[in-house]
T-cell receptor, first 113, second 113 residues
Framework: NAGVMQNPRHLVRRRGQEARLRCSPV?????VYWYRQLPEEGLKFMVY????????ESGMPKERFSAEFPKEGPSILRIQQVVRGDSAAYFC???????????FGPGTRLTVT | KQEVTQIPAALSVPEGENLVLNCSFT??????LQWFRQDPGKGLTSLLL?????REQTSGRLNASLDKSSGRSTLYIAASQPGDSATYLC????????????FGQGTILTVHP
């Protein structure tokens, strides 16, 4: 009865590199959400995906960030050409349906040096 | 645009006290409201979920109430223990984007022996 899994738990990247964050939802959940928690700030919504579709990306930065949730495999949050301001904790959540309770993973802590 | 505010920002109490954490939101058109707990450097643990049609939910020493019309929720913790020390987050789901959660900044609770 595994919950939401995220990997890696910690990721260090140099400025200009790419970061790939993975999220495996609760078994049977087809809705995935990504949130970002910047230092000393609250959790902010980034993107909401349902299998193979982006439902709401209103919180995603316009450049360098992308997300996918393929038919098979985990959801991926990709950050290209990382900058120091991308250093944050990135949390993934999943739910059975869009308006159901969300379950959160342990997060990936990204550090950009 | 939904905004969520939590008061107080921090709270320190002696063990055994009953306490109340407050959450207010600006758009009353919500589907549900969740209370979470976050320990330092960790993910989020869902404590209670209240649907918009409900007035309160209880789990053990925790009781959450919801007054949708006034845009308020409270989390009541009875007989607090040092192990309750954590950041408590309130999040609402609803409005035009039914998937995403909008979070408050959190209340940092310290229960000292």
């Amino acid at each position: 009865n595994a919950g939401v899994m995220q990997n890696p738990r910690h990721l260090v990247r140099r400025r200009g590199q790419e970061a790939r964050l993975r999220c495996s939802p609760v078994k049977g959940h087809s809705h995935v959400y990504w949130y970002r928690q910047l230092p000393e700030e609250g959790l902010k919504f980034m993107v909401y995906l349902q299998k193979e579709n982006i439902i709401d990306e209103s919180g995603m930065p316009k450049e360098r960030f992308s997300a996918e949730f393929p038919k098979e495999g985990p959801s991926i949050l990709r950050i290209q050409q990382v900058v120091r301001g991308d250093s944050a904790a990135y949390f993934c959540a999943s739910s059975h349906k869009g308006y159901y309770e969300q379950y959160f993973g342990p997060g990936t802590r990204l550090t950009v040096t | 645009k939904q905004e969520v505010t939590q008061i107080p920002a921090a709270l320190s109490v002696p063990e055994g006290e009953n306490l109340v954490l407050n959450c207010s939101f600006t758009d009353s058109a919500i589907y549900n409201l969740q209370w979470f707990r976050q320990d330092p450097g960790k993910g989020l643990t869902s404590l209670l979920l209240i649907q918009s049609s409900q007035r309160e939910q209880t789990s053990g020493r925790l009781n959450a109430s919801l007054d949708k019309s006034s845009g308020r929720s409270t989390l009541y913790i009875a007989a607090s223990q040092p192990g309750d020390s954590a950041t408590y987050l309130c999040a609402v789901k609803g409005g035009t984007s039914y998937g995403k959660l909008t979070f408050g900044q959190g209340t940092i609770l310290t229960v000292h022996p």
